[in-house]
């Protein structure tokens, strides 16, 4: 897994260009529920928090693919939960994680938008939360508030402390 991040980390520093481009897949990768669990995303990102200082690369440009990529995730997971719900529960994935997503679907009914928000910032519900919102058919506006707001923490949170902590370092 090291070895994967350390990879990614030095193409990003290596390809600038396409830095804004990877930040925004890493993000879906995370955001979007079970590619989360294959990609080890959080690390990477992180790690590009202080590439972006290192090889002066902008902030901002970065930091909106990072937002960009959190909410497309969550968003298709909704969406696709949404449309599918019939189809999903039906699925023997569903089947033989039944409490789990019942959890999140009570989970969902208890705390309506603070639980899409508060779910991606904890690993577990990160997965479950945007699918069990839309299995729930919760308010396509509410979900994208809670989303939004959401993700625009989310990406401060990832990228601030290596971009704050490289420039406290090299001074």
Same mark, same amino acid.
């Given at each position: ?7 990614? %980390?030095?193409? /990003? ?7 804004? &481009? $990877? @930040?925004?897949?890493?993000? *879906?990768?995370?955001s979007f529920a079970f590619i989360s669990l294959l990609v080890p995303a959080t =690390? $990477?990102? *992180?790690?590009? =928090? =202080?590439?972006i200082t290192v090889f002066e690369i902008k902030f901002w440009p970065v930091w909106?693919?990072a937002v960009l990529g959190a909410i497309a995730g969550d968003w298709l997971a ?11 529960? &039906? %699925? !023997?994935?569903?089947?033989?994680? #039944?409490? &789990?997503?019942?959890?999140? %679907?009570? *989970?969902? !009914? !208890?705390?309506?938008?603070?639980? @899409?928000?508060?779910? !991606? ?6 997965? $479950? @939360? ?12 509410? *979900?994208?508030?809670?989303? /939004?707001? #959401? ?6 949170? $990832? ?13």
């Amino acid at each position: 897994m090291t070895d994967l991040v350390s990879s990614i %980390t030095a193409f /990003i520093r290596d390809h600038q260009a396409l830095g804004s &481009a $990877i @930040v925004f897949l890493l993000a *879906f990768c995370e955001s979007f529920a079970f590619i989360s669990l294959l990609v080890p995303a959080t =690390g $990477i990102l *992180f790690g590009v =928090g =202080g590439l972006i200082t290192v090889f002066e690369i902008k902030f901002w440009p970065v930091w909106i693919a990072a937002v960009l990529g959190a909410i497309a995730g969550d968003w298709l997971a909704y969406d696709l939960s949404l449309r599918a719900r019939a189809y999903l529960l &039906a %699925t !023997r994935w569903f089947a033989s994680h #039944s409490e &789990a997503m019942s959890r999140g %679907t009570e *989970f969902v !009914r !208890r705390w309506g938008m603070l639980a @899409v928000f508060a779910g !991606r910032f904890f690993g577990p519900l990160r997965a $479950i @939360v945007p699918i069990a919102a839309g299995i729930c058919a919760m308010p396509w506006l509410n *979900f994208q508030i809670a989303n /939004i707001a #959401s993700a625009l923490l989310w990406a401060t949170a $990832i990228l601030t402390p290596g971009f704050l902590g490289m420039r406290w370092l090299i001074g």
